[in-house]
């Protein structure tokens, strides 16, 4: 069975994996998942783990009625391997999430099914 | 990230032999603002009754047809059995609020290869009044367009995309959140001279400051109305629009440029497909943004402005904030933009590309009351659709400017 691109990829979330695709021909990295490498056309991207460590590219502070749960933050997060990503900055205050801020992935579950969100990487390097 | 694309057109050498070969012969709106107890196709035939009427024609003198719909997706077909209409040339592209600036050029292709006489371009959305209206339109999107990317950290779409692009164009350039607003009061002060728009109160830089938080750095007031409004113009060959009643808008130019549809797929924020479509358009009416006697740009919310004012070579990249500053945009300002109040103060049912068109064919036609322009020669009408996804951009001008 061939599993289509996204359905591979949340697979690979679901069992707590994140995997992003490289392109065996062009050597580049490429999200969003698809078919064929938006760089030089190449099919047979390969799915590789992805280092996890991003910045910041941009963020907003959504607002949210309290007692819906209160604002919430949703980021765009470039990745080292040199993709782009939307996402969501946590483990801080939603406004305090800043552009160029150092970010680290993790895996999580919401009702069933993986997520990749972030948070921030603490001065010194270590996540 | 992303290397922004570039592409190889030379539109000056491709779509030049077609500029000032069609012109818009008939514009109308109907039922702007709140129209209770009206639906899409109500608004829509309305308008395009009346711009058919304006343009001295018959609903059987058309016999082409471009037109879409943000929930029908084979709109054309209800729209031609209303219209009682046997086009020979169909257009239904729909790629959001732009789709209808981008409907000219393959337009002009038909007329000026025979395929047909007259198109009408027409559009109606009651998404204020409906039932059936934005919410439930976004949910039902969510199965059938799915982005599966984006959905799951809740983005409120389309209001955070363009956040984000605010936000990064802060940090990048020093935009500040006045210079933002400054956009929506521009807008507000000249929906007060159009008895047309929707939104009509004072408004001040204070006042969009301190509106209601969205998604920040934007409130309530840097995001455009919800309202009903149907749009409509005709477009015939200049050769015939010559013989008709009312003077013609011609096209000049007119190019669409597309680079991605979520906005996390956009290489670069603060420089969207506008860059190729204004060029594009530009290069093929042999015109720049210097020449150009107002802008009429798809203003979704405030940062809309600034980039496409940008994009489009009013100023430089990065230098927007600065270029609206101190009611640079608003009347007596150094560009007049957004004639009509925009879809930020004056009328926004959806989509909003059919609009700024039909504003720029008034203010070219001297029609544009107490807001008319003392130079009227030449426009540039710029549309957006998705989320800063689709980029269309016309360049129109009276028989001057040919
Ligand atoms: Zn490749």
């Known amino acids: ?127 | 990230m992303s290397r922004v694309p570039s592409s190889h057109l030379d539109a000056a050498a491709v779509n030049r032999p077609l500029r000032g070969r069609v012109a818009i012969a008939g514009a109308a709106t109907y039922g702007c603002g709140e129209s209770p107890g009206m639906d899409d196709m109500t608004l829509l035939v309305r308008a395009a009754q009346a711009a058919v009427a304006d343009a001295g024609l018959t609903m059987q003198d058309i016999d082409g047809l471009a037109t879409c719909s943000v929930n029908a997706s084979m709109w054309t077909m209800p729209v031609i059995e209303h219209l009682g209409i046997n086009p020979t040339y169909v257009d239904g592209t729909m790629i959001g609020g732009s789709s209808f600036i981008a409907h000219l050029l393959p337009a002009m292709r038909a007329l000026e290869a025979g395929q047909c006489k007259a198109v009408l371009v027409c559009y109606g959305s009651a998404q204020r009044s409906a039932s059936f209206g934005r919410k439930e339109s976004v949910a039902a999107r969510r199965f059938m367009d799915p982005q599966p990317y984006e959905t799951p950290y809740e983005p409120v779409l389309p209001v955070t995309a363009y956040a984000l692009a605010a936000a990064r164009h802060m940090h990048e350039f020093g935009t500040t959140r006045t210079q933002l607003a400054e956009v929506a009061v521009a807008a507000r002060a000249w929906a007060q001279m159009n008895p047309e728009a929707f939104m009509r109160d004072p408004l001040t830089i204070e006042d969009v400051l301190s509106a209601r938080p969205i998604a920040s750095p934007l409130t309530v007031r840097d995001c455009c109305l919800v309202t009903d409004g149907g749009g409509a113009i005709v477009l015939t060959r200049a050769d015939r629009a010559r013989d008709l009643p009312k003077p013609p808008v011609y096209v000049l130019g007119n190019a669409t440029a597309i680079w991605n549809r979520q906005i996390s797929c956009m290489p670069d924020l603060t420089t969207t497909a506008a860059a190729q479509s204004g060029a594009q358009a530009f290069a093929m009416a042999g015109l720049r943004a210097a020449d150009m006697d107002m802008a009429q740009v798809y203003d979704a919310f405030t940062i809309n402005t600034l980039l496409f004012l940008e994009d489009l070579g009013f100023c430089a990249k990065g230098e927007g904030g600065a270029f609206v500053q101190g009611g640079g945009i608003a009347p007596g300002g150094r560009l007049a933009v957004n004639t009509n109040g925009g879809g930020l103060s004056c009328v926004h049912p959806g989509m909003y590309g059919i609009f700024a068109l039909i504003e720029a064919v008034r203010q070219l036609r001297g029609e544009a009351g107490t807001r008319q322009l003392g130079h009227h020669r030449t426009a540039v009408v710029h549309g957006n659709g998705g989320t800063l996804s689709s980029q269309s951009t016309a360049v129109l001008g009276t028989a001057e400017a040919l």
Not at chain 1, 40 to 59: N, P
Not at chain 1, 97 to 116: T, Y
């Open chain 1, 1 to 127: 069975m061939h599993l289509s691109a996204h359905s591979h990829y949340q697979a690979e979330l679901d069992a707590g994996r994140f995997c992003i695709q490289h392109c065996p021909q062009c050597q580049r990295h490429v999200f969003t998942p698809r078919e064929l490498c938006p760089h030089c056309g190449a099919s047979g991207l390969r799915w590789v783990r992805a280092g996890g460590l991003g910045t910041v590219y941009s963020t907003s502070t959504i607002a949210r009625k309290v007692d819906a749960g209160g604002n919430y933050n949703v980021a765009l997060i470039d990745l080292d391997e040199g993709v782009r990503m939307m996402s969501r900055v946590e483990g801080v205050a939603p406004e305090a999430v800043a552009m160029g801020q150092r970010v680290q992935a993790h895996v999580a579950h919401k009702d069933g099914r993986g997520l990749v969100l972030f948070t921030p990487v603490r001065e010194g390097g270590a996540p």
